[in-house]
């Protein structure tokens, strides 16, 4: 057991390290969205949540993203747009993570959140 706790812990700062190491480019203002998104594929003991909160924070985006029992993983996602968008393209990018599926639904704003947290 302390083996794997280890190993996690490898690919965490790993995960932390590669997203720190993101130029974040400039962008332009754009209109604030939430999405509802459930992610479908090998997104589960891959680091999938860790980087998506990482990137999440670093872009000023709020929400919250955990594993479902089925393997899956769903997320809620608060801010610009192509922010949002940037996130997702970066994500889709990634060699170590194979998201078959994204379902995408529009959600009401939430005004009040401040911060994307894994839950």
């Not at 680091?47 to 998506?52: A, K, Q, V």
């Not at 949002?84 to 060699?95: A, G, P, R, T």
């Amino acid at each position: 057991m302390k083996i794997k706790k280890m190993l996690k812990q490898i690919r965490n700062n790993y995960v932390i390290e590669q997203v720190r190491k993101i130029n974040i480019p400039e962008f332009e203002p754009d209109k604030i969205m939430r999405y509802h998104i459930i992610f479908s594929g090998r997104v589960q003991r891959v680091g999938f949540r860790l980087e998506i909160e990482q990137l999440a924070l670093r872009l000023k985006l709020t929400g919250w993203i955990k594993n479902l029992e089925s393997g899956n993983v769903e997320m809620e996602i608060q801010g610009m747009k192509n922010k949002i968008d940037y996130l997702l393209e970066f994500m889709n990018s990634l060699k170590r993570i194979k998201i078959s599926q994204m379902q995408k639904d529009i959600r009401t704003v939430l005004n009040q959140e401040e911060e994307f947290k894994i839950i």
